[in-house]
């Protein structure tokens, strides 16, 4: 619960605002596009709770940082930051298409089949946006897809 509450305690900062707090906690961004705040409001945000709000634990931060596909290590899809990326698309205001689909999905326990899912709708958005594809995000779209043997007809949701 705590996660889910703080995740996007950075998302409405001003770029300078994120870039300082990423800064502030020594964080080194690994690759251009972490810059843009798509990204780096995951990484600003996991120090913003730490630092104003005391929030220490480790699973907790990490899932913060990660929820963006920023985050570093083999803790960047553990299940927690796997839930945050579900429920911002599944709780969005937004409609669009494909969330029923992937309220489905989500709400039947077929996480790996969502993370999927929604990798191909946000790689989909990023790109209609202008906005760089993280390849953390690249690689784990790949890494699922081959994994579920997914084909073409998998992504005729919207």
Not at 50 to 66: C, K, N, Q, Y
């Given at each position: 619960?705590?996660?889910?509450?703080?995740?996007?305690?950075?998302?409405?900062?001003?770029?300078?605002?994120?870039?300082?707090?990423?800064?502030?906690?020594?964080?080194?961004?690994?690759?251009?596009?972490?810059?843009?705040?798509?990204?780096?409001?995951?990484?600003?945000?996991?120090?913003l709770?730490?630092?104003?709000?005391?929030?220490?634990?480790?699973?907790?931060?990490?899932?913060?940082?990660?929820?963006s596909?920023?985050?570093?290590?083999?803790?960047?899809?553990?299940?927690?930051?796997?839930?945050?990326?579900?429920?911002?698309?599944?709780?969005?205001?937004?409609?669009?298409n494909?969330?029923?689909?992937?309220?489905?999905v989500?709400?039947?326990?077929?996480?790996?089949?969502?993370?999927?899912?929604?990798?191909?709708?946000?790689?989909?958005?990023?790109?209609?946006?202008?906005?760089?594809?993280?390849?953390?995000?690249?690689n784990?779209?790949?890494?699922?897809?081959?994994?579920?043997?997914?084909?073409?007809?998998?992504?005729?949701?919207?």
């Open positions: 619960m705590t996660a889910g509450l703080l995740h996007d305690s950075a998302r409405d900062l001003e770029l300078e605002a994120q870039l300082a707090l990423v800064q502030e906690a020594g964080v080194h961004l690994l690759y251009p596009c972490e810059r843009h705040p798509v990204y780096l409001h995951a990484l600003a945000g996991a120090y709770v730490f630092r104003e709000l005391d929030v220490t634990d480790e699973p907790i931060l990490d899932a913060i940082a990660a929820h596909y920023a985050g570093r290590g083999e803790r960047s899809n553990g299940l927690l930051s796997r839930c945050l990326r579900s429920a911002d698309l599944v709780a969005s205001r937004l409609e669009w494909g969330r029923e689909r992937l309220k489905r989500v709400y039947g326990g077929c996480i790996e089949e969502a993370a999927l899912l929604q990798c191909g709708w946000l790689i989909e958005y990023l790109q209609g946006q202008g906005v760089p594809v993280h390849p953390n995000l690249a784990r779209f790949e890494a699922l897809s081959a994994e579920l043997g997914a084909t073409e007809s998998f992504f005729a949701r919207w």
